[in-house]
């Protein structure tokens, strides 16, 4: 065998194991002959539909918004319209004082504007639980006087495509302000609703958020159609991407992120390559390898869910279409694993307030009231972690006795496959009854929320909550009072 033979026979030993994850079938049931997905879009491919939610709001916030702007010019690129794409964003970003490009926002460096032409569907308070589950379910009279009205009209041929960018908690997902999150089995009774109306095809949903597994783990039935993606597993944190200070960083007049990794690792990808030649499972992989921690840099577990076997080989141009400029760039599993990332960095989602805080700090002039602002926040954040912490800590010891037998209930995961919590009512009931005796439990107490979950399965009622949170908080605010 001469060499030249010998790196032919590799060549094709190599592609036969990339092509089953290298090619994608345009929809399900076609036979292996129609592999390769046709030029048109006169298939049997209905409307594409879109729903994207930011979850936040505050500066601070910045990426979640700009993640969800960026997502929209990938989907408007790739083909769909704006009256299949539905926007909720609260829209506080682009004139926000702290933001130095006025009318711009930014999801990398680079610093292409994302924010021009998007749909304002949902804004400020009409970015909310029940207006998102209404959107989905098609239901226009329920909207009637909230946003654009615009809602999913799909029809049994359609694909819907959601993407959902946030802080998350053990089995919800956060809403702007201090606005109710949605609780995972409210998410899925409307999926199942939506099943049972036949009014889809086929649904992609992506998650960033913190904890987002726990949306789904034991949760989505199978055979529902529906392929999940999200950023990280049940119990682990996500990451803002695009980060003052950090590798890559954010320009350094913005003392916020610009992006989460899985979310920039997904979007960076769709734009970037032909989506007709690409499969879910190819794009989960990339992301996945994108967003795994390396090294000394932090990550999380992108997680798959829901009908993987059945629909994985489909190609993401089914859900997200594709921008036709990219037709020659085919991904491949070498040219889009970006080795480069090994220089990359992420901050936690908890942290990133901080990091805008301190940042405002000390850039703005030494005595302006802008300093004593920033200060003032950062002080507050800071004093806010330290009571939502103690007050956990006190309702523990009210009902366990010691912190000991307190922290096998609060630091107790379930295994995979099962659901956060057996009793979604006493759940929300619990969040519901600590934040009425104790304030809300904000972006930064949303890692405690599991340890309520837990205290349902081992037989808490709510009513014992009301004793311990009332305890505690009473306690905490008498201490702060004699200092
Ligand atoms: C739509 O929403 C309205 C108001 O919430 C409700 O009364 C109605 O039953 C809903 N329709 C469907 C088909 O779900
Ligand atoms: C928005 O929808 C809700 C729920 O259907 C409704 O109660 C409310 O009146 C609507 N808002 C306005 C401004 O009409
Ligand atoms: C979830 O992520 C955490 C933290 O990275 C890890 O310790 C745990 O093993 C992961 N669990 C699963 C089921 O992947």
Partial sequence: ????????????????????????????????????SRDDDKTSQGTRWAVLLAGSNGYENYRHQADICHAYQVLKKGGLKDENIIVFMYDDIVFNEYNPRPGVIINNPRGEDVYYGVPKDYIGNDVNVGNFLNVLLGNKS???GNGSGKVVSSGP????????????????????????????????????????????????????ACE???????????????????????????WGYYCPEDVPPSPSEYTTCLGDLYSIAWLEDSEKYNMKTESLYKQYGVVRRRTIAQNTNPGSHVTQYGDIKQLKNLCM?????????????KSSTKTN????????????????????????????????????????????????????????????????GTAAKASNVIKAVRPAGQPLVD????????????????????????????????????????DKMADASNYACTTLRKGSLQH
Avoid at 9 to 34: D, F, Q, Y
């Fill in 317 to 329: 141009y089914t859900y997200i279409g594709t921008n036709p400029e990219n037709d020659e760039y």
């Fill in 157 to 208: 041929k359609d694909t819907i495509f959601i993407y959902y960018a946030d802080h998350g908690a053990a089995g919800l997902l956060g809403m702007p302000g201090t606005s109710e999150a949605l609780y995972a089995n409210e998410l899925h009774d409307t999926l199942k609703r939506k099943y049972k109306a036949g009014t889809y095809k086929s649904m992609v949903i992506y998650i960033e």
């Fill in 1 to 36: 065998m001469n060499l030249y033979s010998f790196f032919s026979t590799l060549l094709i030993l190599h592609l036969a194991v990339l092509i089953p994850t290298l090619i994608c079938v345009e929809s399900r049931n076609v036979g292996l002959k129609e592999f390769i």
């Fill in 212 to 238: 987002a597994g726990s949306m789904f783990e034991g949760l989505l039935k199978p055979g529902m159609n529906i392929y999940v993606t999200t950023a990280s597993n049940a119990s682990e944190s996500s």
């Fill in 142 to 144: 329920a909207l009637t």
């Fill in 423 to 462: 009793d979604w009512i006493c759940y929300k009931a619990m969040v519901e009854t600590y934040e009425k005796h104790c304030g809300p439990f904000s972006r930064y107490g949303f890692k405690h929320m599991r340890s309520l979950a837990n205290m349902c399965n081992v037989g808490v009622k709510p």
């Fill in 337 to 400: 694993s970006k080795p480069v990332q090994m220089l990359s960095h992420s901050i936690n989602q908890i942290d990133t307030d901080l990091i805008h805080f301190r940042l405002q700090y000390q850039k703005a002039p030494e005595g302006s009231k802008k300093k004593t602002t920033a200060w003032r926040k950062y002080k507050n954040a800071m004093q806010q972690r330290k009571y939502v912490d103690g007050s956990m800590d006190l309702v523990g010891k009210f009902l366990f």
